[in-house]
């Protein structure tokens, strides 16, 4: 990519040159790149959400240059306990449907810090990480891990070297790829013939129920509906052997591909056809209306904190994750709000928002500030948060943007 952004034409899952603009968040840096200083340039790039007419596969306008995304990347998985306790059922629940011998190869795609291949101890197993800086933590971990994007030549790399995968996983990561065909013949080169590739994601219909625009991201390119995850195995001639819905990142959904000569669609697939016709998400015209409401409740979200601010509150951020940012940026609340946010992850304190500014202070911070509301930016550990912080919330109130502007 010669420019740091490039306008995307064709579909990434079925090629058609019919991709509809329907949801524009504006031009924001990228959701990762916390910035050691306040008030430094910062690269913005247009946020635009579309789908294709043909597929109805929603999936960024433009993509901006991956170098500039991943090279260095602040989201390291094992410092959030609850992904943890996910990954390891999910560990127990691949080897035993899948693995049996000590022999088994398991290739994890986007394997971060090594979060769920930690789990695989005893098999055959290799991370492909292209964060220098994340993928050095998995190695220090003991975890064989690559340093680079998976692509077709990375596949048959790996191949040369190991063999055939039983299992390929990659979790969050499917929907950060530009090229989805390149993935997808990746794959075909490195699964063993009745091996399965096992893809987890966001769910597109959880964002469109739970109005989680502030999932949409530069690093996120698609948004998986069963409608695209069907048309992307059907070109590859894969099959959608199973499929499990998981309570991960507001809502996600575990999608088991197999070749098609060795498996069967899995009922559940039909089922959520079905639902997502019954959405009416295979119509143009219910994406433009989604936007319409988001353009509301953006309205509605900056108001409610402009007051407050108005009123002279202490507002302070409760966790710094990406999607905190775009809804920062998108919804315009700046240092004129938000005093400071909190976090734990230890590479975000010292920083500041990208775009907003706001400076990110560790956990204890909170104690010498004299707070009058808590802004939960970390929605999706709401349940987690809200039990952890008990004591402070006898005094305090949290603001919960997402699903719906909540105070409790
Ligand atoms: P995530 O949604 O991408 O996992 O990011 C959640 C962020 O919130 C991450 O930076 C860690 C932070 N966080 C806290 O600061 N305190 C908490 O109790 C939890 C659960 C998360
Ligand atoms: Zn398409």
Redesign the pocket.
Known sequence: MDEAFERRTECRVCLARELVEFLDLGEIPPANGFIDTPDVDESSFPLVVSVCENCKHVQLAYTVDRELLFSEY??F?S?????EDHFERYAEDVEQTYLDDTDDLVVEIGSNDGVLLQFFEGYDRLGIEPAENVAAVAQDRGIPTKTDFFSESVAEETYAEHGAADVIMANNVVGHIDDLQSLMRGVDTLLSDDGTFVIEVPYFVELYNGNEFDTVYHEHISYFSMQSFVALAERHDMVIGDVQRVPV?GGSVRIHMQRSSTAQRAQLVDDLLSLERAMGLDQVETYHSFAAEIEEYRTQIRSLLHELADDDATVVG???????NILLNYCDIGTDVIDFI????PA?QGTYTPGTNIPVRP?DALDEADVDYVFL??W??RD??LK??ADLRETTPFVIPIPHLDIV
């Open positions: 602040h989201y998985s410092r959030s306990a609850p992904i990142h409760y966790g710094a994750p990406a999607k905190g909190i976090d734990t992850t975000k956990p930016l970390a999706n550990y987690a948060i952890k912080e």
